[in-house]
């Protein structure tokens, strides 16, 4: 593979048995704003982003921003979708990109309504295998404040390894300073 991410071909679509990934495209604002609607009093207080999409126009905006960032390859925001592209479930993504050393963060969302029915593992489980096959991830991790139990079961569910905690690190939209939990898979994790 190049060692300039910007020549990596990329697949259009990810496609899982329920859900499709794909790069968030000018037009979804409309869509995820609705999304972001219905989901505030869940996304908050773990989400900081929650409060900056006050319209269509500013998600429309920040959609095209996060379309341009994919394909610079500089943060890979993605959209979880049904699988025949209909919904948006959430949204997902590879971030804290590091091409040197093949390392990618993974962070996670899903709208109220589709809570509690596996997307989101589906989803990591799928964006991971892309990390490691696709993109030649030497590790992939995810972090999630203590308390946020049912986001620390999507690492747990999939076997990623607990690295351990850093104490006092995310502060919510509350101002209130969180530990935080560290898990990562590594290449040789996946051969075991
Ligand atoms: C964290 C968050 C993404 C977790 O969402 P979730 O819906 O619990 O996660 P999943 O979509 O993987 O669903 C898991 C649930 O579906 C169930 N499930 C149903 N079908 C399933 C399937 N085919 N595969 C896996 N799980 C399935 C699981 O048993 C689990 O239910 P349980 O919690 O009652 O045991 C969600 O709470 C969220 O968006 N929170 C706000 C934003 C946030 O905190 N993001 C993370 C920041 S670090």
Redo the contacts with the bound molecule.
């Keep these: 593979m190049s060692d300039n991410p910007i020549l990596l071909d990329l697949p259009e679509h990810i496609v899982g048995?329920?859900i499709l990934l794909r790069s968030w495209l000018p037009g979804d604002g409309a869509a995820l704003f609705e999304a972001i609607e219905e989901?505030r009093d869940?996304?908050?207080p773990?989400?900081p982003w929650g409060p900056w999409h006050d319209k269509v126009e500013t998600t429309e905006t920040r959609v095209r921003e996060w379309h341009a960032h994919y394909q610079l390859r500089d943060d890979m925001a993605i959209a979880i979708l049904s699988r025949d592209q209909s919904r948006i479930l959430?949204g997902t993504g590879l971030h804290r990109i590091d091409w040197h050393n093949r390392s990618f963060e993974i962070?996670?969302?899903?709208?109220?309504s589709?809570?509690?029915?596996?997307?989101?593992?589906?989803?990591?489980k799928l964006l991971t295998d892309f990390a490691f096959d696709h993109l030649e991830a030497n590790r992939v991790f995810?972090?999630?404040?203590t308390t946020?139990v049912?986001?620390?079961?999507?690492p747990k569910?999939l076997g990623f390894i607990h690295e351990g905690t850093t104490r006092q690190s995310i502060k919510d939209t509350e101002g209130v300073i969180h530990d935080v939990e560290v898990y990562s898979l590594i290449k040789s994790d996946r051969l075991r």
């Design positions: 048995e329920r989901s869940h996304i908050l773990w989400l959430g962070g996670y969302w899903i709208r109220q589709e809570h509690g029915k596996g997307y989101v593992t589906e989803a990591v995810i972090r999630c404040a946020n049912r986001s620390n079961a999507v569910r």
